[in-house]
DNA sequence: CTTGACCTTCCCCTTGCAGTAACCTTGAGG
DNA sequence: CCTCAAGGTTACTGCAAGGGGAAGGTCAAG
């Protein structure tokens, strides 16, 4: 099938497909015509793809979790190791991001929000917050 | 001052003020020598502009609210709404991100972790989440 | 035959700097 | 006076993960 199909398939773009292949991620075979032909596996793969970028994985990490996709003499321990490195970073990027809101938060409540030039938004992050 | 003494008041980079520089977010004096001179004001504009990335704002939005923090006709109203602006988006990487945790979370557990070639992080993968 | 919807490659743009190279300046010490 | 390390300067490249758009080939339908 055509890129736009198989794109639409797995919830990708076009584009992503291109960039996959570009970077040896997944080659799809050619038409005569010059066009990327995708069998059902390869959409097989470029879903998976998606659902470990859904995840958080980056692309390179993706990479990992599909060589041990195809490995059969893997170990559930190494597919297992970078989900758990994974759930960290996305813990750390949660407490920063609290953090972020717990001070927007205090910023906007302390500012009247009204067509007077005072504010406590603007004095806070002048000072000290 | 010289940019690194600036820099570290700040709790930036160097490579960071000049950039700053170069995007006409901070102009230093510039010395005889051609070294950038931060004066004491720079270093609290800095500051500002420090605070307000810790928050979550890019750069082209610090600027703006650089731009309110300068004009003295300006509303408070506009500085609450950037911030409120903020807080959505905030609010939203959240939400994606408490997703993330909570399939990684479940992929995790339903994952021995062993020597075992078999895995359910892949499998779950390879077909739907 | 023509039209419009696909497809192709190629190149620039994004964010916010970090890294590196090649080259000045400055202050301290022998 | 000379040197050397620690600063400073510009300029260029690179990162992630594609998006946007140009210029041109292809395909199916009317």
Do not use: W
């Not at 500012?111 to 917050?129: F, K, M, T, W």
Request: aromatic share 4%.
């Amino acid at each position: 099938m055509n890129i736009s199909q198989a794109a639409q398939r797995a919830g990708l773009s076009s584009k992503a497909l291109r960039y996959y292949e570009t970077i040896n991620l997944l080659q799809p075979a050619r038409g005569p015509n010059g066009y990327r032909e995708y069998s059902r596996d390869d959409v097989e793969t470029l879903q998976f793809i998606q659902r470990a970028r859904a995840c958080g994985f980056a692309v390179e990490e993706v990479r990992q979790l599909l060589a041990l996709h195809r490995d059969p003499a893997r170990q559930s321990h190494d597919a297992k190791q970078l989900v758990e490195e994974k759930l960290q970073q996305i813990e750390q990027q949660l407490q920063t991001l609290k953090i972020m809101k717990k001070t927007l938060r205090g910023l906007a409540d302390s500012c009247a929000g009204d067509d007077s030039p005072e504010c406590a938004i603007l004095s806070q992050l002048a000072n000290r917050v």
